[in-house]
């Protein structure tokens, strides 16, 4: 079955790589995985991609970015921005960051997104592969202040789908938007559901 792919508005940034975006649509379509949903025509997004519980969730998310051919970017400590793989984890949409920063991640995503006219940003709330008690809300805080709205994005390993949700824009208290988005995600979708 060939896969879904859909255009993506005017307004978000995309990659100029044909042969990237072909790669793309035939690992998707040779993987059995489809996208469900369509990207909100903004200049600025935060995806909240969930859940994060395998490094698969990298590598469908790389082929997918591939398919759609958007440019998009993630987080990453500025430990690993090293050569040579600073080169390659640039090339891929990697902004490092500096954890001791007297501005915090927040502070250097509102800064980095204030000076981007477009800008694309993808995380995982859990932070993490492992199982957490907690979400990290500074993707949260970041739409708030930046006005950015957020996209929520499920891996359904289950359905092999990759969705994307209704986009929100963050204007309640932190804590009540964090729990509107922890009920989104189904647990049972995930590739290694006992650490959701």
Not at 69 to 95: H, R, T, V, Y
Not at 124 to 140: D, I, Q, Y
């Amino acid at each position: 079955m060939s896969p879904n792919i859909p255009v993506l508005p005017v307004n978000i940034p995309k990659t100029e790589g044909v042969i990237s975006k072909w790669l793309g649509v035939h690992l998707l379509r040779l993987s059995g995985w489809q996208i469900i949903g369509n990207f909100p025509n903004e200049k600025k997004l935060i995806l909240a991609v969930a859940p994060h519980t395998s490094n698969w969730d990298f590598v469908i998310g790389v082929i997918v970015k591939m398919a759609l051919g958007i440019k998009l970017n993630f987080l990453g400590k500025d430990s690993i921005f090293i050569w040579p793989f600073k080169i390659w984890l640039e090339a891929l949409g990697g902004i490092a960051i500096d954890r001791n920063s007297p501005h915090g991640v927040v502070g250097q995503m509102i800064e980095k997104f204030s000076q981007q006219e477009q800008l694309v940003l993808a995380l995982a709330p859990e932070g993490t592969r492992s199982k957490v008690n907690e979400w990290k809300s500074g993707f949260l805080h970041i739409a708030k202040q930046g006005n950015i709205p957020v996209l929520p994005v499920q891996f359904d390993y289950i359905h092999k789908q990759v969705v994307f949700h209704q986009p929100r824009l963050i204007t309640k208290e932190i804590c009540d938007e964090l729990h509107h988005f922890k009920q989104i995600f189904n647990k049972s979708c995930a590739k290694n559901p006992q650490y959701f």
